[in-house]
């Protein structure tokens, strides 16, 4: 059994970066690919980014590639996602997620571990 807890959420303007973590509890994370999911008010949980188990490849969504970067401490459990560039249609909470995922990446029934989120807004 792998908890996730995101922290790092909050307000900033538009252009302003911000890093969310998340910290993982359990000894099989460093097995685990792990992963970024957002969900906007009125919209569906969509995939952001995501790290292999080494932390050797990445995988991103088009909307933030070349502005967010996923990476991991497996001696720390935890996965980071560092975003910058920030644009006001990236206002959501986040999710962070893991697992032994099958099927897609970028599909949310892929994933096993979800975190409960934490809410990042982007004003213009």
């Known amino acids: 059994q792998v908890q996730l807890v995101e922290s790092g959420g909050g307000l900033v303007q538009a252009g302003g970066s911000l890093r969310l973590s998340c910290a993982a509890s359990?000894?099989?994370?460093?097995?685990?690919?792990m992963g970024w999911f957002r969900q906007a008010p009125g919209k569906e949980r969509e995939f952001v980014a995501a790290?292999?188990?080494?932390?050797?490849?990445?995988y991103y969504a088009d909307s933030v590639k070349g502005r967010f970067t996923i990476s991991r401490d497996n001696a720390k459990n935890t996965v980071d996602l560092q975003m910058s560039s920030l644009k006001p249609e990236d206002t959501a909470v986040y999710y962070c997620?893991?697992?032994?995922?099958?099927?897609?990446?970028?599909?949310?029934?892929?994933?096993?571990?979800w975190g409960q989120g934490t809410q990042v807004t982007v004003s213009s």
């Open positions: 997620t893991g697992g032994p995922y099958s099927g897609s990446r970028t599909a949310v029934g892929s994933w096993k571990y």
């Open positions: 359990g000894r099989t994370f460093s097995s685990y690919a």
């Open positions: 790290i292999s188990f080494s932390g050797v490849s990445t």
